[in-house]
């Protein structure tokens, strides 16, 4: 049974952290693209870092560069989002998408919530 379950979704002040998780299961995890995605409310879901499958690679929205990492371990079926300096409009439903040429499977969202 495929399941990506994200956690370390909250309540922060602006400026703080939060390290949002993905622990993968049903899948070879290693072979597949991690992205995650926000979507706020009243708005589309946006693209927020992508990570290769190795984790040699990596990408983000202009919106998280310098701000959000995102890292992998493969040995651990797990994808990793570090936001730091948080701001209020990043305030979304954080989502772990992991995909291939083939497949393409979601997490159920984790809340990140930012106050000014």
């Known amino acids: 049974q495929v399941q990506l379950v994200e956690s370390g979704g909250g309540l922060v002040q602006a400026g703080g952290s939060l390290r949002l998780s993905c622990a993968v299961s049903?899948?070879?995890?290693?072979?597949?693209?991690i992205i995650w995605y926000r979507q706020a409310p009243g708005k589309e879901r946006q693209l927020v870092a992508q990570i290769t499958t190795g984790g040699v690679r990596s990408n983000y929205a202009d919106s998280a560069k310098g701000r959000f990492t995102i890292s992998r371990d493969n040995a651990k079926n797990t994808v990793y989002l570090q936001m730091n300096s948080l701001k209020p409009e990043d305030t979304a439903v954080y989502y772990c998408?992991?995909?291939?040429?083939?497949?393409?499977?979601w997490g159920q969202g984790t809340q990140v919530t930012v106050s000014s």
């Open positions: 998408n992991a995909q291939n040429w083939a497949y393409a499977y």
């Open positions: 049903g899948f070879t995890f290693s072979s597949y693209y």
